[in-house]
């Protein structure tokens, strides 16, 4: 399983909560997960290296160098699932983008992005449902290729089905009324 972290590395980002997560139980497969962001505090960046150190053998997790935002759709196609279990996002761009890739999506209740399940495009949990993070990252694991095919059309429809319905060329012209 390929996961993918793009975004602050900051409490709010909850980045320490999907590592617990891959430390709490013995997982059915390999994990290659990658974290690109910068650390804003010393404190909560050393808190996740400590985690990262305590992760079984079979996860294996990387800092990668930061990505130019023209090359982010790309690189979420190099993944199977993009985690970011925030604490509070008034859109989530980079949630936006994960779907406008195809990359399913495994994030926290605290976004405008809810139902997931019912786009087949991911999961959207309650960060208090610690269990339901297992189970999501271990059907991840379990996942055939057809049907991750699924999940990534899942994701696509649901981003191409925000943007016919955002009707942003009407609400661009009654801001300048």
Same mark, same amino acid.
């Given at each position: 399983l390929r996961l993918l972290f793009i =975004?602050?590395?900051?409490? #709010? #980002?909850?980045? =320490?909560y999907i590592l617990n997560v891959l430390n709490s139980?013995?997982?059915?497969?390999a994990i290659k997960f990658d974290i690109y962001g910068d650390g804003e505090s010393n404190d909560y960046l050393m808190k996740c290296r400590d985690i990262i150190s305590k992760l079984p053998s079979d996860i294996e997790v990387n800092f990668m160098k930061g990505v130019a935002h023209d090359e982010i759709v790309k690189l979420f196609s190099k993944y199977d699932a993009f985690v970011l279990p925030s604490l509070g996002e008034n859109f989530g761009h980079v949630i936006f983008e994960s779907l406008m890739s195809g990359t399913p999506v495994l994030i926290s209740d605290q976004t405008p992005w809810q139902k997931l399940e019912d786009y087949n495009a991911?999961? =959207?949990?309650?960060l208090d449902d610690f269990e339901s993070y297992k189970v999501a990252v271990q059907s991840l694991i379990d996942l055939d290729l057809e049907e991750h095919r699924k999940l990534s059309l899942g994701s696509r429809k649901l981003a191409e089905e925000y943007l016919a319905n955002a009707d942003f060329k009407r609400k661009y012209f009654e801001l300048f009324k």
């Open positions: =975004s602050r590395i900051h409490p #709010k #980002k909850n980045l =320490s139980d013995a997982f059915t497969g991911g999961w =959207s949990i309650p």
